[in-house]
């Protein structure tokens, strides 16, 4: 069994209205890969978002109280807590630099999302400028996947992803927040192991799992490797749903 992760060449500076499907099936040409089914892209957040128009400049926010309150308390440009307040259903901690909140789709993670990393670059130098998620990262990959399908002939699988931190290690991870056409969850209860006993309590975050493998071929800085082709995922394709992989709020230790 084997996994091969290789980052598509020649993925141009995404622009606001640029067909990412187009642009990746170029791209596939361009490396001499031809799509098989199984196969799966995965993405990173910001080409997604870039080609949905999900740029916004801080200068054109009017922060709310409720905003200045969270600015003060996270020594955070208040613009910006307008804009976390936008994108969130809940702020769940504060401190100095540092804002975690349970996005509107569901998972927890900081500054709900918002990046000024690889984006002033692109807007003449304006350090205003910052980028927000995807409205709805699953529906874009959904759309992606169609038309790379419709385009190739093969089934394949597409997957949206973007670096969170966690409760409780170090560092941030490749996440999966938008998926179609690949499992989110596999579950492996009452599956035996080496020795006869049946898994209890066993089920794989296949799809974060490959989505921490495909960061580390995509990078965090200047790479320029948004997206990524993957042959050999070990477990058959289906229709997957991120709601999969949110822990509901009853099973959360950690709130």
Same mark, same amino acid.
């Given at each position: 069994?084997?996994?091969?992760?290789?980052?598509?060449?020649?993925?141009?500076?995404?622009?606001?209205?640029?067909?990412?499907?187009?642009?990746?099936?170029?791209?596939?040409?361009?490396?001499?890969?031809?799509?098989?089914?199984?196969?799966?892209?995965?993405?990173?957040?910001?080409?997604?978002?870039?080609?949905?128009?999900?740029?916004?400049?801080?200068?054109?926010?009017?922060?709310?109280?409720?905003?200045?309150?969270?600015?003060?308390?996270?020594?955070?440009?208040?613009?910006?807590?307008?804009?976390?307040?936008?994108?969130?259903?809940?702020?769940?901690?504060?401190?100095?630099?540092?804002?975690?909140?349970?996005? =509107? @789709? %569901?998972? +927890?993670?900081?500054?709900? $999302?918002?990046?000024?990393?690889?984006?002033?670059?692109?807007?003449? *130098?304006?350090?205003?400028?910052?980028?927000?998620?995807?409205?709805?990262?699953?529906?874009?990959?959904?759309?992606?996947?169609?038309?790379?399908?419709?385009?190739?002939?093969?089934?394949?699988?597409?997957?949206?992803?973007?670096?969170?931190?966690?409760?409780? =290690? @170090? %560092?941030? +991870?490749?996440?999966?927040? $938008?998926?179609?056409?690949?499992?989110?969850?596999?579950?492996?209860? *009452?599956?035996?192991?080496?020795?006869?006993?049946?898994?209890?309590?066993?089920?794989?975050?296949?799809?974060?799992?490959?989505?921490?493998?495909?960061?580390?071929?995509?990078?965090?800085?200047?790479?320029?490797?948004?997206?990524?082709?993957?042959?050999?995922?070990?477990?058959?394709?289906?229709?997957?749903?991120?709601?999969?992989?949110?822990?509901?709020?009853?099973?959360?230790?950690?709130?």
């Amino acid at each position: 069994m084997t996994l091969t992760l290789t980052p598509l060449p020649a993925i141009p500076l995404i622009r606001p209205g640029d067909n990412l499907a187009d642009i990746l099936v170029r791209s596939l040409e361009k490396s001499g890969l031809a799509l098989q089914n199984q196969d799966i892209l995965v993405l990173a957040q910001k080409i997604v978002s870039k080609s949905e128009n999900r740029l916004v400049n801080l200068s054109t926010i009017m922060p709310t109280q409720s905003a200045l309150e969270l600015s003060s308390r996270s020594e955070k440009d208040a613009r910006l807590c307008e804009l976390i307040l936008q994108e969130s259903r809940e702020v769940l901690r504060v401190r100095p630099g540092t804002i975690i909140v349970e996005h =509107r @789709l %569901g998972f +927890v993670c900081a500054n709900a $999302g918002i990046d000024h990393s690889n984006v002033a670059g692109e807007t003449q *130098g304006d350090e205003d400028w910052v980028l927000l998620l995807p409205e709805d990262p699953s529906r874009s990959a959904a759309n992606i996947r169609c038309q790379i399908e419709t385009a190739t002939g093969k089934r394949i699988g597409v997957m949206v992803i973007d670096s969170h931190g966690r409760a409780w =290690r @170090l %560092g941030v +991870v490749g996440t999966c927040i $938008g998926l179609s056409g690949i499992p989110a969850l596999v579950d492996m209860r *009452g599956k035996p192991d080496l020795f006869g006993f049946n898994l209890r309590i066993t089920t794989i975050g296949a799809a974060d799992e490959l989505a921490a493998a495909a960061s580390l071929m995509m990078g965090q800085a200047a790479e320029g490797m948004p997206a990524i082709h993957v042959r050999g995922f070990p477990y058959p394709l289906r229709e997957g749903h991120l709601a999969e992989l949110v822990r509901p709020k009853e099973q959360d230790l950690f709130r």
